[in-house]
């Protein structure tokens, strides 16, 4: 089956650079469509070129409204609902903590 092979070198990186790309707040679109011709290179040039969440207390100083006495809450929902993805993509450990309700990248923890 040819397009099963199509669709996991060019459509799967395409669809992950496009909703990382949406979680981070980046360039959804550009980043899909890079992804779709260069394929696991335009995925791996979107990973390299990812820039650095802010950690906990830097979110806390730079949104003082979200620090709230029962935790964080999104700066740009407002929600308290925020998950934990957790990253390992060579020895260390990436810990993200996102929104669960519009899904924006928020800080990160280690
Ligand atoms: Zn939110």
Redesign the pocket.
């Known amino acids: 089956m040819e397009w099963i092979t199509i669709a996991i070198a060019f459509a799967l990186p395409a669809y992950l650079a496009f909703k990382w790309a949406r979680q981070e707040d980046r360039w959804a679109w550009p980043w899909a469509i890079a992804c779709m011709v260069f394929s696991y290179f335009g995925l791996l040039a979107f990973v390299l070129t990812r820039e650095g969440l802010p950690t906990v207390s830097e979110y806390a100083r730079k949104y003082p409204t979200c620090v709230t006495e029962r935790g964080m809450?999104?700066?740009?929902?407002?929600?308290r609902?925020?998950r934990l993805w957790r990253e390992q993509p060579f020895i260390a450990v990436h810990q993200w903590h996102i929104?669960?309700?519009?899904?924006?990248s928020?800080y990160r923890s280690r």
């Open positions: 809450s999104c700066y740009r929902c407002g929600s609902s925020i929104c669960n309700s519009c899904g924006t928020l």
